[in-house]
């Protein structure tokens, strides 16, 4: 049996993972009171097998109930159950554009009077707790539809399996941080191919921006040392069971400098024979 709570911010996208979880034969329930959920836990081991995969939709939409989260699924696996946490978030400033837009009332809207920024830090503050059991954070703030699906759709497509893998990702400050990485490299310090004119339409997935980005004897050696410091740190953090890790490398604008870097750990990546998925979240922005 494979559990998933699907938590986090009002207007992150949990509607849209759960769609997801459900596209790939999950069996959803949307607003679980959490005392519930280990009782409904143990009618489907009595299934017969015909319910396997669970995902449960739990926020603070439960008001006084959702404070009873963090024991259940402490319930749970001391019960042996196989329970995954899935956080997901946004900005602050993000998901107030969002209820504006759609024009729709957050849960504490009363509580705090119709204030959305205050129901927002409120809820987050609310939050703060069950943050922490996450197995998998996504923050949704900067992702199209389309990545946020794939992305859902990868984590848990590999759920099951017995080794850690690894998102290497490229971006832009410009375009705000990448706040769901475990491991954050800027690049901006070295030569910027924008400034050349044959290299400014390009990207670094083209060899001949990749060439002049590791061209210079700098990015090679801070190369090398990347490639000492995540070959060190990989067995660390797999040796505390951390299952998903995300490397993420940027540079100004998400299009030459950390699209050649995350393309050279990749690919060093993959011939030590790890599991390994790249993506370049700014590439084709301007």
Known sequence: MQFVVVTGMSGSGKSTAVDVLEDMGYYCIDNMPPELIPKFANICTKSDGKITKVAFVVDIRGGDFFLQLNDTINELRSNHFDVKVLFLDSNDDVIVRRYKETRRKHPLDEVCSGNIKRAVISERDMLSGIKEYADYYVDTSYTSAGQFKQRIYDIFLDENDDFMHIDVVSFG??????????????????????????????????????????????????????????????????????????????????????????????????????????????????
Request: a neutral charge; one cysteine or more.
């Open 173 to 286: 400050f410009k375009f705000g941080n990448y706040t769901e990485a475990d491991l954050v490299f800027d690049v901006r310090c070295l030569p910027n191919p924008f400034y050349v004119p044959e290299l400014k339409n390009k990207t670094g997935l083209q060899s001949e921006v990749s060439g002049y980005v590791l061209g210079f004897e700098e990015a090679q050696t801070l190369l090398a040392k990347l490639k000492d410091l995540i070959d060190f740190l990989i067995p660390l953090y797999k040796k505390e069971g951390k299952s998903q890790l995300v490397i993420a490398f940027g540079c100004t604008g998400g299009k030459h400098r950390s699209v050649t870097f995350a393309e050279a750990i990749a690919q060093h990546l993959t011939d030590e024979k790890l599991k390994i998925r790249i993506t370049h979240r700014d590439i084709e922005k301007h």
